[in-house]
Nanobody
C-alpha cells in the first residue's frame, strides 16, 4: 500500500538550516508529482512546495521562495525539502503528499521548531 515516511525535523535556531526527507513506498514514484505541506498550531495546512515527476519543475509558496528548495531522487524514491534561513514562523508539522487518482496520500509528518 502507499506509504510516505517523513524524517529530518527537529529544533533549529533562526537563520539555520534543516533538510527534510520523505521516503515513498507502494507506488511507482517516478510517475507522480510530489509536494510538501505544513500545518502550524491553529492554522490550516498549506502548500509549501511541489516538484514534478522529473524534478525539473518546482513551485513554492511565496513565504518560502528563495529560502527552501524541493528536490527528488527517483532512484531512491525520496523527495527532499532543504530549508535555509529558517524563521520562527516556519515552525510547523511538515507533511509530504502524493495524489494518486482521486486520493491524496499523506505521511505522518515531521515536526520543525524554529526557536533560539
Amino acid at each position: 500500500q502507499v506509504q510516505l515516511v517523513e524524517s529530518g525535523g527537529g529544533l533549529v535556531q533562526p537563520g539555520g538550516s534543516l533538510r527534510l526527507s520523505c521516503a515513498a513506498f507502494g507506488f511507482r514514484f517516478i510517475n507522480y508529482d510530489m509536494s510538501w505541506y505544513r500545518q502550524a498550531p491553529g492554522k490550516e495546512r498549506e502548500l509549501v512546495a511541489g516538484v514534478s515527476t522529473g524534478g525539473l519543475a518546482m513551485n513554492y509558496a511565496d513565504s518560502v521562495k528563495g529560502r527552501f528548495t524541493i528536490s527528488r531522487d527517483n532512484a531512491k524514491n525520496t523527495v527532499y525539502l532543504q530549508m535555509n534561513s529558517v524563521r520562527p514562523e516556519d515552525t510547523a508539522m511538515y507533511y509530504c503528499k502524493v495524489g494518486i487518482g482521486w486520493r491524496d496520500f499523506w505521511g505522518q509528518g515531521t515536526q520543525v521548531t524554529v526557536s533560539s
